[in-house]
């Protein structure tokens, strides 16, 4: 058995992967310049194209519409450059968990069927 110190550690730790450094080494500066308008447009239609396919997922319910809303108007607000307010972690969650729900489901996944599905421990509205 190895013993794990309590403390941590004041040294950085090396990165695991060649692309992407260990949390410990990043900064709190910026990491990258805006993308080019040309990106930010094919951006913008894949938030678009992702934050309507979630509102499907989630038939409408009201929660998570809202959710589903806020991260879009941050995501495009961020692309255009624009000043946006800080978004909840919890709307990027919802985000993220109507469209893994949707991913689950179109792979076979554990999602029996349409009246079962839940979403982020509560059901989704019908």
């Known amino acids: 058995?190895?013993?794990?110190?309590?403390?941590?550690?004041?040294?950085?730790?090396?990165?695991?992967?060649?692309q992407l450094p260990h949390w410990s080494e990043v900064s709190s500066g910026p990491l990258r310049a805006r993308p080019s308008a040309h990106v930010a447009a094919v951006l913008?239609?894949?938030?678009?194209w992702a934050a309507d396919l979630a509102l499907l997922l989630t038939r409408g319910c009201p929660e998570?519409?809202?959710?589903?809303?806020?991260v879009r108007h941050y995501a495009c607000?961020?692309?255009?450059?624009?000043?946006?307010?800080?978004?909840?972690?919890?709307?990027v969650l919802t985000t993220v968990a109507a469209l893994m729900a949707g991913?689950?489901?179109?792979l076979g996944g554990t999602i029996p069927?349409?009246?079962?599905?839940?979403?982020?421990?509560?059901a989704v509205c019908a």
């Not at 013993?3 to 040294?11: E, M, T």
């Not at 991913?103 to 179109?106: K, L, N, Q």
């Open 64 to 70: 998570d519409r809202t959710a589903i809303e806020r």
């Open 77 to 91: 607000a961020w692309l255009a450059g624009e000043p946006c307010a800080d978004i909840a972690i919890d709307d």
């Open 103 to 106: 991913i689950d489901r179109s």
């Open 113 to 122: 069927n349409d009246d079962e599905r839940e979403a982020i421990g509560a």
């Open 44 to 48: 913008r239609d894949l938030v678009a």
């Open 1 to 18: 058995m190895s013993v794990v110190s309590s403390r941590a550690s004041r040294r950085p730790r090396a990165s695991t992967a060649g």
